[in-house]
């Protein structure tokens, strides 16, 4: 279905009412070159020529009488693009009229229980909602290449991309508002405020021990600065990397092309657009072994901490960095401004309450993602690791904007 098809579909959705489902088409397009042999028989809209208290029977196609039907939703729209879904237990299909194009075609399959006249679901045949122009147009900066089996997104940007050093597998998180904090959590984490960030990729999961050691044995051989070994540099394969400075995670994920995420785009990556309390969503957490927020295991081992897009770990496992200063009254100063003028790509304070101190997201006793803390931006800390973001507002093939520099700050705005 292609996007202007699910627009009409979501203005249909919006015409929605109980004991029946009433939606209105668009101006008759050219008739496809096969149209289907049979359609279900149409049922004659209210203010159409059935005489009042009238209406076709959709198997006979006689007239019987009966309680008058409700206005239409659409009073200006011709009858002939009005059709109506009666509300029965019996599974339906309804096929494509002669006037949509083959892939405007969809099927209304049976709800779930507990579900009611405001829901249905759209199959579409072909081409679905998100995947024009198709990822073969969309540029990539060298050093990653699409996962096409994974489909593609808005502005036909890849849903999944893998960088060539690491191997890091990354998820899009698509443009829009988002939640930051809350109203009811820790002092330094309200109020919330709503920000709107542009598209980006994240890692799917923390940066791992291993991973880190490629960088310092690619330093090494280029005879330049090597950041010392993390604090669990022995760890098995797929153990987060713990134990590193600011500084050095940041050119780690430079190294590769990326940046350390923001605390606005940690959120939205984790809560998703409509501001979940987990990554999971509002309920309690379900876990496949045993857990608490200062269990650290391998990346990705626990399924249930998963957020909207995919990505892992954002509530527990290790603390990460982010790419902001830290200050107490952060959200205090950012709602203010949001009340004021929307906030987009916001990037936190320019400076840091005391020192150099840097956001460190997660850690928090309850698994809620809006828990923040500080460290200053040298510290070594056992249970601190990071993830690398690659945004679309930066992808620019051929750009040196693409690839930042090492040892400065390239915010998202």
């Given amino acids: 279905m292609n996007r202007t098809a699910a627009r009409r579909w979501q203005a249909m959705a919006l015409g929605f009412i109980v004991g029946g489902v009433w939606g209105c088409g668009s101006a008759p397009l050219p008739p496809p070159k096969d149209p289907p042999k049979a359609l279900p028989v149409p049922v004659a809209a209210p203010g159409g020529n059935a005489p009042a208290g009238q209406q076709a029977n959709?198997?006979?196609?006689a007239k019987t009488k009966g309680k008058p039907t409700p206005p239409l939703p659409y009073p200006n729209e011709s009858r002939d693009n009005v059709f109506e879904v009666s509300n029965t237990a019996e599974p339906m299909t309804t096929e494509v009229a002669p006037r949509f194009a083959e892939d405007e075609r969809f099927v209304v399959t049976a709800g779930l229980i507990g579900s009611d006249s405001t829901q249905f679901t759209a199959v579409g045949k072909g081409n679905t909602v998100g995947t024009t122009p198709p990822a073969s147009t969309f540029k990539l900066p060298e050093g990653f290449t699409a996962l096409p089996e994974f489909g593609t997104g808005d502005e036909g940007a890849p849903l999944r991309i893998r960088c060539k050093k690491d191997e890091s597998v990354m998820a899009l998180v698509p443009a829009g508002t988002s939640i930051v904090g809350t109203d009811s959590g820790p002092a330094e984490a309200q109020p919330s405020f709503m920000v709107f960030t542009d598209a980006f990729y994240m890692d799917v999961t923390e940066v791992t021990a291993t991973q880190f050691e490629l960088y310092r044995e690619e330093l090494r051989k280029e005879k330049k600065r090597v950041p010392p070994p993390p604090a669990n540099a022995n760890a098995a394969e797929g153990w987060p990397v713990l134990g590193v400075s600011w500084g050095d995670a940041q050119n780690f994920a430079r190294w590769l092309g990326k940046e350390l995420p923001t605390e606005a785009e940690f959120e939205k990556a984790a809560r998703g657009h409509d501001g979940f309390r987990y990554p999971w969503g509002n309920g309690r957490p379900v876990w496949n072994g045993p857990r608490t927020p200062k269990t650290l295991v391998v990346v990705g081992v626990y399924v249930g901490d998963q957020s909207p897009y995919g990505i892992y770990d954002l509530a527990g496992n290790a603390r990460e960095w982010t790419a902001d200063f830290y200050r107490s009254n952060a959200h205090v100063d950012a709602a203010e401004?949001?009340?004021?003028?929307?906030?987009?790509?916001?990037?936190?304070?320019?400076?840091?309450?005391?020192?150099?101190?840097r956001v460190i997201k997660g850690g928090g006793n309850d698994w809620a993602v809006w828990h923040r803390s500080a460290a200053d931006m040298s510290a070594l800390l056992p249970d601190v690791g990071f993830r690398g973001v690659l945004r679309l507002s930066a992808i620019k093939a051929g750009s040196d904007d693409a690839k930042p520099k090492a040892g400065t700050r390239k915010t998202a705005g």
Avoid at 58 to 61: D, F, H, L, P
Avoid at 346 to 356: F, H, L, N, V
């Fill in 58 to 61: 959709t198997k006979t196609g």
């Fill in 337 to 357: 401004q949001a009340a004021n003028k929307a906030l987009r790509n916001w990037t936190g304070p320019k400076t840091a309450a005391s020192g150099s101190q």
